[in-house]
């Protein structure tokens, strides 16, 4: 789904890297970049990935939460737009031993494991958010500080392969538009993420902001389970 602002049908760069950043996060910075843009600009004490115009673009590869109060700040005076890559395919390469497909594909819904963290923001006028849909590589080093899950491997890299579309969110109904039409109302959020389909705990995070920006309403209940409809 090509966003007017940034339109499809530049290849991502391989192997760009900047001071600081992962791969991932630099890739699509410079994906993204047109001729004229700012990069790493000062705008109001803070340093914005892509300055077009009176577009800031922040490029968000991690957790929403450490970007709260940044992105309050400078909606008070400019359009933001964040970008957030989600993985729907993934190349797990271990240094010094061979690769493999993870089993795990994201999907556009995984978002809101972020969104919990910015509810307030994402009906201001001046906030849009556009997920990347991704093929991404994580590489991985075995240094032994890595989680008991990984065996002692550590987290090295994550590297953008490709862009496979992108879904944009500015409005209400870009949001209504993830519930899915063939879900009955009113409905749990055990029958949201059946519908979906995902975990109960992500239809949770999702019912709760599609709640706080007015997206749906609490609709009574169904035994002990809440019920919820979508606002006319």
């Known amino acids: 789904m090509d966003n007017p602002l940034f339109p499809f049908g530049i290849a991502p760069p391989m192997g760009i890297g900047t001071l600081g950043e992962r791969s991932l996060h630099a890739s699509i910075k410079e994906w993204y970049r047109r001729p004229g843009d700012l990069l790493e600009e000062k705008v109001d004490g803070y340093v914005i990935d892509i300055v077009r115009g009176e577009h800031l673009i922040e490029i968000q590869t991690g957790n929403f939460a450490g ?11 400019h359009q933001v737009h964040v970008v957030h890559p989600i993985a729907v395919e993934r190349i797990v390469v271990r240094e010094g031993g061979g690769a493999r497909r993870s089993p795990k594909r994201g999907t556009v819904y995984d978002v809101f494991e972020e969104l919990v ?31 008991w899950r990984r065996r002692g491997w550590s987290l ?19 949001y209504k538009a993830l519930i899915p039409s063939t879900l009955k109302q009113p409905f749990t959020a055990a029958e949201l993420a059946k519908s979906v389909p995902c975990n109960i705990g992500l239809a949770q995070r999702m019912v709760y902001v599609l709640r706080h920006i007015g997206a749906i309403r609490k609709a009574g209940k169904r035994g002990r389970a809440q019920t919820y409809e979508v606002e006319e």
């Open 67 to 77: 970007f709260r109060r940044k992105l309050a700040y400078l909606l008070r005076e």
């Open 117 to 147: 963290a910015i509810p307030h923001q994402l009906m201001e006028p001046n906030f849009t958010l556009e997920v990347l849909l991704v093929r991404e590589e994580l590489v991985l080093r075995n240094d032994g500080r890595g989680s």
């Open 156 to 174: 090295g890299d994550r590297r953008l392969l490709s862009v496979e579309g992108s879904v944009t969110f500015g409005l209400l109904r870009d």
